[in-house]
């Protein structure tokens, strides 16, 4: 579901901690769902009645038991998957309360629906594979401007045409529609879109109905248009919209009780896939750049800390779901579009038996079906995840994106990934916590006025994977990159890198926990510990033409040197605090994949 981009600053999500190793992170505003979040924490809320309290905070509000009312003027905006979750849970509903979610889930011609038209339809207006259901009077008609006169709004053709060229992106690129038969509601088999006014907290949304107790667990939808909404926005924003929801009856279809990420991640991601220029989804991004530290398949319930990244925008609503879609843009460029639909189809039969979508067995089987497709392609979900983080220290200049990408499209991509800290004073030791899926991005200064060399020292823990990396950044021209390979007896690697002040203008480290998730606590992550020293010139430097050796604790690059990129993009247009800034560029990390596979996955079990 995508909520209108002008509600950004607006509306606020859900609430619960995702920073692992941390202390909760205070709430960066209102958040429509946070007395219901703290009683199912309490254990006051089972899951499924908290799903339930959910939609109703975000379709009838004032449905809400008094206790747990709705915060006002904020709201969530993934809704699609807020009705997806509340459909696989009903079965745990005492019947009054599968009644009130029944009502929430049905139609507008239904009766029971809240909100259901006051004014009779007028006749439907359907295509190859979808039809348009519409009213002609009253708040819920879409804008009725009708130039040809043939007595159908253009807002309801363009809105099929639109759902037709959706349709045939994804079936080019091998999706399928599953086709779950809805028993005709709507008058045939086609997929129903339903167009009203549904206020201004989202734009469109998908609704489940009919499950199918199967495997893999697939049910029928329908989608909603909000005329409210989208009658304000132009065409290309109404299209992308569209593009999305189409995704998410394709995906009901077939894998019904998918992780959140993978929902609406994939989705996000099938905009850019149906028009190569989309451009509404750059908002999501930003978020997602903002804070790396989260992990890549973290629920819709995780929260961002108050502390300022990027807009008040990307504080005000967690987005990291819809931005975990950069991992398809890396993964579809190196391995091309049959790894985004293979997990889907794959994991609809792989993953049939998990009850919890977010849950962490659930998330950790999607993981492993993602491995076990990569494994086909001679790599694993360790070493692409370990090397899209290092890419996305700047992702404009990111090889995997700029062979899917122009440079001028991931020119509105962020600048940078968050840099969590930046050193000018040394010696430094520090230790950071990393969540499973998760990277860290590290600079290192010369101290004012100073030039030499930065010792640096990176000890990983034993029970997990770990990828660490640095880049040596001049003040002009290209970057080198250098992966740090781990020793495997003492788990430790470090680098030496002269010319710091002069050649280099900072190095920057980059470090990864790649493992999949084990347990859904704050205890599931790693400590990774880096020192630093500096040790000023007392000889005249080297040629600045010439880039320094970088000794990488005897374990050198494939090659024999290390490679280079050219910079790409300018500065972040965010808001970023004085005291930190953005890190900017990163190439592949050369033996990665292969110091991943060379020893075996020891992992921590709960």
């Known amino acids: ?67 747990l009312e709705a915060e006002p003027g904020a709201g969530p905006h993934e809704l699609s998957d807020l009705l997806r979750l509340a459909a696989l849970r009903r079965g745990a509903l005492a019947p009054p309360l599968a009644a009130e979610l029944r009502d929430l889930l049905a139609r507008p011609t239904d009766a029971s629906d809240p909100f259901a038209w006051s004014v009779t339809p007028e006749p439907a207006y359907c295509t190859e594979h979808f039809c348009l259901h519409w009213v002609a009077s009253g708040p819920d008609a879409p804008p009725l401007f009708d130039p040809d006169g043939d007595g159908v709004p253009k807002f309801i053709i363009d809105a099929g045409d639109q759902f037709e060229t959706a349709w045939r992106a994804l079936t080019a690129i091998g999706y399928s529609y599953h086709g779950v038969d809805d028993g005709g509601l709507g008058g045939d088999t086609r997929i129903d879109v339903y167009v009203k006014d549904a206020g201004g907290d989202f734009a469109a949304a998908v609704f489940p109905e009919d499950f199918v107790e199967s495997s893999p667990v697939r049910f029928s939808s329908w989608v909603m248009l909000n005329a409210s909404v989208l009658d304000i926005f132009p065409p290309a924003y109404v299209a992308e919209v569209i593009a999305h929801e189409l995704k998410h009856t394709f995906d009901a279809a077939t894998f019904g009780n998918a992780p959140s990420w993978l929902f609406e991640s994939s989705a996000t991601w099938v905009e850019n896939e149906v028009y190569d220029d989309a451009s509404y989804y750059y908002p999501f991004l930003e978020c997602w750049f903002g804070f790396p530290e989260f992990s890549l398949d973290v629920t819709r319930y995780d929260e961002y800390p108050t502390e300022q990244r990027a807009s008040y925008a990307c504080a005000a609503q967690p987005t990291h779901i819809y931005g975990s879609s950069t991992f398809w843009f890396h993964a579809t460029a190196r391995f091309g579009l049959g790894i985004q639909r293979d997990t889907w189809d794959q994991g609809g039969v792989a993953c049939a ?254």
């Open 353 to 606: 038996a998990e009850t919890d979508p977010d849950g962490p067995s659930a998330r950790r089987c999607v993981m492993d079906v993602i491995d076990q497709l990569l494994a086909a392609h001679g790599e694993s979900l360790e070493a692409v995840f370990a090397q899209m983080a290092f890419e996305n220290a700047v992702p404009r200049a990111s090889p995997a994106l700029l062979s899917i990408e122009t440079p001028g499209e991931l020119a509105d991509w962020p600048a940078a990934a968050w840099v969590d800290a930046k050193h000018y004073a040394y010696p430094v030791d520090e230790t950071v916590e990393l969540a499973h899926l998760s990277a860290r991005y590290v600079d290192f200064r010369p101290p004012s006025g100073r030039r030499g060399t930065v010792r640096i020292t990176v000890d990983g823990p034993d029970a997990f994977a770990f990828a660490a990396a640095i880049q040596l950044v001049p003040p002009t021209g290209p970057r080198v990159e250098q992966p740090l390979v781990l020793d495997p007896a003492t788990r430790t690697a470090s680098a030496e890198v002269s010319g710091l002040g002069s050649q280099w203008s900072r190095v920057a480290l980059i470090l990864v926990n790649p493992s999949r998730i084990e347990t859904d606590s704050m205890s599931d992550g790693l400590a990774a510990r880096y020192q630093a020293s500096f040790e000023p010139e007392t000889v005249t430097p080297i040629d600045a033409g010439a880039p320094p050796p970088v000794d990488a604790g005897g374990a050198p690059a494939e090659g024999g040197a290390p490679a280079a990129q050219a910079e790409g993009g300018g500065g972040c247009a965010c808001g970023v605090p004085a005291t930190h800034e953005r890190a900017w560029g990163a190439l592949p990390a050369l033996g990665l994949a292969a110091a991943l596979r060379a020893r075996s996955r020891r992992r921590r079990r709960g």
């Open 1 to 67: 579901m995508r909520v209108a981009p002008f509600a950004f600053v607006a509306l606020s999500g859900t609430v619960a901690p995702a920073l692992v190793g941390a202390a909760t992170p205070a709430r960066v505003g209102p958040s429509r769902f946070v007395r219901i979040d703290e009683a199912e924490r309490r254990g006051e809320l089972s899951a499924a009645v908290a799903s339930l309290r959910r939609v109703q905070a975000v379709r009838a509000p004032e449905r809400l038991p008094a206790a």
